[in-house]
């Protein structure tokens, strides 16, 4: 059974700070997400990582993927304020029986202080 | 133009109870997904159809009963709530395979309270 493990699961943050979550996966992935959710919130997409070496940009997040280590990597840097959310990574298993199901981490609570 | 939707937002009711959530998107995806989210944020995946034919079915209790009429609709039926059921309820949909992503996008959400 394909386990997923974030860490850590809450961080608070100063502003202007760089920080980085973590995850792991227990099985081969090709495919690898980074969601956010804010509070009583859907889940948004921010990034899609399919390939070993795979990295992503968007403002102040950069997301990456190691799939001999099978480990992907949300980092923030300079983090602000509209930071603050829960971040969710989701991996689709390689075998083809897996469908399209998504297994998800528990999630990263983000607070960004002042 | 919402892209994944679902009704009801919120839904309060007692044990025992017969309730349904309905969900529908418009971004031509072939396959649909509803997942819960517990009070303590971990979501999992509960059922998956795909061109209305049922693909994922997890370790669920047979009271929760999906339906798919056709791949832009799928809703939930829940028999004989039970105060267990509380939780959030997220539609998604996406592309199953082919070229791209098969980017899961989600719904609103539906807040279920069992009293």
């Known amino acids: 059974e394909l386990k997923v493990e974030q860490n850590p699961l809450f961080l608070s943050m100063q502003e202007g700070k760089n920080y980085t979550i973590y995850c792991n996966y227990s099985?081969?992935?090709?495919?690898l997400y980074w969601y956010r959710q804010d509070p009583g919130k859907s889940l948004e997409s921010l990034f899609v990582?399919?390939?070993?070496?795979a990295v992503k940009q968007e403002g102040r997040l950069m997301a990456s993927l190691d799939t001999k280590a099978r480990l992907s990597t949300l980092h923030i840097t300079a983090a602000v304020h509209d930071l603050s959310a829960t971040y969710f990574c989701?991996?689709?298993?390689?075998?083809?029986?897996?469908?399209?199901?998504?297994?998800f981490g528990g999630g990263t609570r983000v607070l960004v202080k002042p | 133009d919402t892209a994944v939707s679902q009704t009801p937002k919120y839904l309060v009711t007692q044990m025992g109870n017969d309730k349904s959530i309905k969900c529908e998107q418009n971004?031509?995806?072939?396959?649909m997904y509803w997942y819960k989210q517990d009070s303590k944020k971990f979501l999992k995946i509960m059922f998956s159809?795909?061109?209305?034919?049922?693909?994922i079915n997890e370790t669920v209790p047979n009271r929760f009963s999906p339906k798919s009429p056709d791949k832009a609709h799928l809703n939930l039926h829940i028999n004989s709530l039970e105060l267990g059921d509380s939780a959030v309820y997220f539609c998604?949909?996406?592309?199953?395979?082919?070229?791209?992503?098969?980017?899961?996008?989600f719904g609103p959400g539906t807040r279920l309270t069992v009293l």
């Open positions: 159809y795909n061109n209305k034919e049922l693909i």
């Open positions: 099985t081969t992935s090709d495919r």
């Open positions: 990582l399919l390939s070993n070496g």
């Open positions: 971004l031509g995806h072939d396959t």
């Open positions: 989701a991996v689709v298993p390689l075998i083809k029986a897996a469908g399209n199901k998504l297994t």
């Open positions: 998604a949909s996406s592309h199953l395979a082919g070229p791209g992503y098969n980017e899961q996008f």
